[in-house]
């Protein structure tokens, strides 16, 4: 069984950062990170897979994110810089047995979500 705790949501400012951290238990392929707005549906953000740690991001924050791992791979981070009020989102941390995917389904274990909030 896999579990996920995410950490690193709060409050900033436009165009500040914050470092989002998931810890992992067990074994996983691919980790990634989806955020949901309010009234809106669930989107993918970045995720990081496989042995070589390849990464693929989602259009919205390319360029602005980094989605990283820790070499014992227990920890996944998601660097934000530039943040705009358009990112305020619950953001969730995901894992999965596959090869990476845009797409909810595509992953079996979820964290609680954490809060991230960006002022105008």
């Known amino acids: 069984q896999v579990q996920l705790v995410e950490s690193g949501g709060g409050l900033v400012q436009t165009g500040g950062s914050l470092r989002l951290s998931c810890a992992v238990s067990?074994?996983?392929?691919?980790m990634a990170w989806f955020r949901q707005a309010p009234g809106k549906e669930r989107e993918f953000v970045a995720a990081?897979?496989?042995?070589?740690?390849?990464?693929y991001y989602g259009d919205s924050v390319k360029g602005r994110f980094t989605i990283s791992r820790d070499n014992t791979k227990t920890t996944v981070y998601l660097q934000m810089n530039n943040l705009k009020p358009d990112d305020t989102a619950i953001y969730y941390c995901?894992?999965?047995?596959?090869?990476?995917?845009?797409?909810?389904?595509?992953?079996?274990?979820w964290g609680q979500g954490t809060q991230v909030t960006v002022s105008s």
């Open positions: 995901a894992a999965g047995a596959y090869s990476w995917s845009r797409a909810e389904e595509g992953y079996n274990y």
């Open positions: 067990g074994r996983t392929v691919t």
């Open positions: 990081i897979s496989g042995s070589a740690g390849m990464r």
